[in-house]
């Protein structure tokens, strides 16, 4: 009958989805440790090299039979991490072990408690070995609440070469003046698709520019104490001037040319639509993994400043570090897992930055030394400028990003509203304004009831 | 003047110009829907390089099926497409069954038989029929929790079973029904359940094939709920929740993501194929109020 | 009917709502036992959330006390989401009129096709009924990327200026709107096709004898027998894209600086976050609840009136 033949079709339906849903993947041959204790990780997916790298380590670790630990890790994509880890914690099944970055270490862990303090728990030398400035971007009233992995200065400058050989540009520019002539020479050997300078947008603007405020300011928009607004200055003048002229020129693309934006804007050099722009440094990685044939043609530099100096600030130094539930019950054996992977073994450690293509800075000083020490020809220059620009770099501030928001609006309005054939009194006026409006936004965030100032201070 | 002839011919020009426009028209119109997803098939054999390429082509030159192979193969940041597509399938077909077996017993209820508060429930559910998704969203996940269903393919399946748009579109199917039929069935000795199997079911097969599709079709495209529900158990994460994710991830390598799209639009397309010709006879009974 | 026994409910009553008598509620258990999976499951998880939603509006989220009207205050006062409905009431106002006007007109189109080509037509035309907002985002993108979109890639042929969807206002809109058509045109096209058929051949007889005109028929004739059609569609259209969500998401991820923000959207995101008050969205979605169907009744009432018209 009909009704039976759809019912045969509907059991086979069900029978074939079970099938395709029970696939295992990366898990098949992993040992399985009878009897030990599972701690669970919490990771964020990145690239496809991280999470391979993540996984490798994973199978490593559990290779090693009879220390009681069985690892699982699970990753999550960038949007769903922060609801996985928030879901978990309301089911009472926090994960032992999870990823957080530094910005997020004040507000997502140490406020509300979520974890552990790791003095004890990872031992004095772990603890000694993290770099100083590392340190003070873990730690909290004298204990260190994450173990940090790795940091990456978040603004880079990079170009092609050869896109600056056929328009005349000799050199690397190290200051705005320079850059601006160096992106007039470049423009008319574009064609349309193409643009001079690569700058972030949008979002980004709000996180991605620090260093430069840094550098052209002294600060930051708000001063220490997080109550009072700086961005009516010379320096935020300077620093929207600069918008204003890369864009009156033409020079910067109107949308991002690279899908994810910022992130992944390297891809625009890479596939010959920028000449020139303003990247991360794990975007080194990107290059090395994915157009490893356009790598010797790539020149990577500090951003060209105001006053082209190379001792300042150009960057802030983004990561990732490591932290264990403080409502786990097994944060002994999380801690042996931790210092697994970060610091018993130098060189396991170090394998990270080497699957990293140098594309991150060290964290403690005996990963740092040995990286020093062993890098090979090719990865020489990279590790070069990555250590030295986020020796120089700050931390990621932790105001409330409302008010970067409106930093970042403010360069925004630079480039919607720039207008080359107007004259300079436009250029002062136009600056002038949209600093007004952002400093409108930013006080009433301030006077808000309930604005908090920096805790750290206190 | 023109005599009867000639207006003949005039009129049948003018119909054969008319149909010859309207056919353009029509082919127009076609060729424009059609070309987007045409122009998404070759996008899946594209390596990263090629397809955010500037001109764009249509054929890759580098023709390759590692897109595929990627999606099939790897368990991508967390999530395995091939699970999703099996969990989709399973929850979708379950939901199925059981969102006709209740709508239809309930419209039966209605349409044949008379009890205390009849009005009232009718009312009771028809009322819901207006309740849009957003406006409960956050209140029900807050159900679900409470119920402890969430990461679970029954938080997916069981809120959406019962519709009262389906029982109010069975409900009028089935006054259609002869009461004769149900005499007979009776004089048979036959009680209501076996009404039920033995004339209605067998009867409707038109709206449970509507009704089937397009409430398969409400599960398998399904993001919202399964977002916001299926969040640490990633092996039942739904096929546009990991659609979704694979977007985020793999802007640049975007031939992964359009590999995936192909494959989760097949069934639905399938099913098109298969049940092509009540579908479109469907629509037109959807109408009748 | 040829029995001897005395009539059981089913057959006099099916239709026939007066008659009752002391056999009529006997098998009513039967009843209540058939509609008790489907009453239960609505009550769960649609009555009993609706009506938590409107308990919450009107407390305040930290401490459960009743606030009266703050709620709603709040949320139209300073909240994204007031901006979010701005944006969704003028993409449902955009979409449903030119779906309506498109749709229409092409189902007169299909009306005067002959039978192989009209059904091939009907065929093609539904395609995009299977696909979903997500996927038909991730097809489009592949035409409106900035960087390396068919859309770019044929403007730089043409030695112009690439636009971006993303960052321009106007074409967010686009980048949103043309895609939810792409999506409905096909099923929408069908039902007012489904409604062209369905008037009586003699209306349109009558009409040609009276002599009139093209337009004249048009509007008095055609459009008046579609109402019910009419009312579906639009009910349908405005129900569906007061709610859009997956669109926004994936083509412009809210909009250059929330310009194509939806309501659903911002809940989607705002959903864990602890720094937006729950109960105040909740208020907003309530809202947005009582705007589809007051849009609705409106559409209803005024399709209504006009049958009274050339009754």
Known sequence: MDHKRTLKTLALVALASIGMASCQTDSEDEYV???????????????????????????????????????DIKLFEDSVYSDALTSARENNAAPDIFMISYGNIYHDLIVPGYGEPLNDLMGEAAIDDILPNVLDMVSYNGQVYAYPQLVEPSTLFFYRKSMFATAGVTSAPSTWSDLLSACSKVLPTLRKGQYCLGLPIGTALGWATYGMQINTTGGLAVNDKWDQCLVDSQGYRDLNGFFYDVYAGGYCPAGNVSPKGYTDIIEGLCEDKLAMTLAGSWSIAEIVNDYPD????????????????????????????YAISSSGSNKAKAATVLKWFLSDDTERTADFFKAACYSKAAVTKSVQAYLSANVTDEYKDMLAIVNEVSSLAEAEPKYLWGISTAVGAMFETMAVKCDSSKGDSFRTSTVNNAISTAVQTINSLISASDYQTNPYLS | MPDMETKKKNFTKRKIVKKIVFGLIAALVCALIVFPI???????????????????????????WDN????????????????????????????????????????????TMEFRGKKALWWYFIITMFIPGITILLTSIKVVYFLHMVDTIWVLIIPGVVSA????????????IPVSLEEAATIDGCSRWGIFWRVFFPMSSTPMVIIGVTTFMGYWNSFVWPSLTIVNNTKIAQVMQVIRILNSNYSSNYGIVIAATLMAIAIPILIFAIFQKKIIAGIAISGLK | MNSARPLVDNEMFRLDKKRHNRFTYRNQWVAYLMLLPAFALLTIF???????????????????????????????????????????????AIIT???????????????????????????????????????ASVIFTLLTNYGGGLITSILVSLNKDPVSFTSDEVLAYAAIIIPTLWLGFGYNTLVMYAGLINIPNDYFDAAKIDGASWWQTM??????????????IIVNLITTSMQMMEIPLIMTEGGPLDETLTPVLYLFNAFRDPSRPANATIAGALVVMVVIMGVNIVVFRLLQSKRSEDA
Not at chain 3, 85 to 92: D, I, P, S
């Open chain 1, 33 to 71: 440790e009878p009897g030990a204790t599972v701690i669970t990780m919490y990771a964020q997916s990145f690239e496809d090299w991280s999470n391979s790298h993540l996984i490798e380590m994973r199978k490593k670790f559990n290779s090693i039979e009879d220390d009681g630990i069985q690892l």
């Open chain 1, 294 to 321: 356009v790598l010797d043609d790539i020149g990577i530099a500090m951003i060209p400043t105001a006053d082209g100096d190379a001792t300042k600030c150009s960057a802030t130094n983004g990561g990732w570090t």
């Open chain 2, 38 to 64: 045409i122009w998404m098939i070759p996008a899946a054999f594209k390596t990263r390089r090629e397809i955010w390429q500037l001109p764009n082509t249509f054929w890759p030159n580098n023709f390759t």
């Open chain 2, 68 to 111: 595929f192979s990627k999606v099939l193969t790897s368990s991508l940041n967390g999530y395995n497409f091939l699970s999703s597509l099996g969990y989709t399938l399973l929850v979708s077909v379950i939901a199925v069954v059981l969102s006709l077996f209740v709508n239809m017993l309930a419209a039966y209820a209605f349409a």
């Open chain 2, 165 to 176: 748009y389906n029982i109010f579109f069975f409900r009028q199917f089935f006054y259609g």
């Open chain 3, 46 to 92: 649609v009555v009993t959330p609706l009506v938590m939603a409107l308990i919450r509006s009107f407390q305040d989220y930290n401490t459960s006390a009743f606030v009266g009207l703050q709620n709603f205050e709040y949320i139209f006062g300073t909240d994204l989401f007031a901006k979010s409905f701005r944006n969704v009431l003028v993409m449902t």
């Open chain 3, 97 to 135: 009129v030119v779906m309506i006007v498109i749709t229409f007109l092409f189902a007169l189109v299909l009306k005067a096709m002959n039978n192989k080509f009209g059904s091939f037509v009907k065929i093609v035309i539904f395609i995009p009924f299977f696909i979903s907002g997500i996927a």
């Open chain 3, 219 to 232: 509007v008095h004739v055609t459009i008046p027998s579609m109402r019910n059609y009419l009312v579906l």
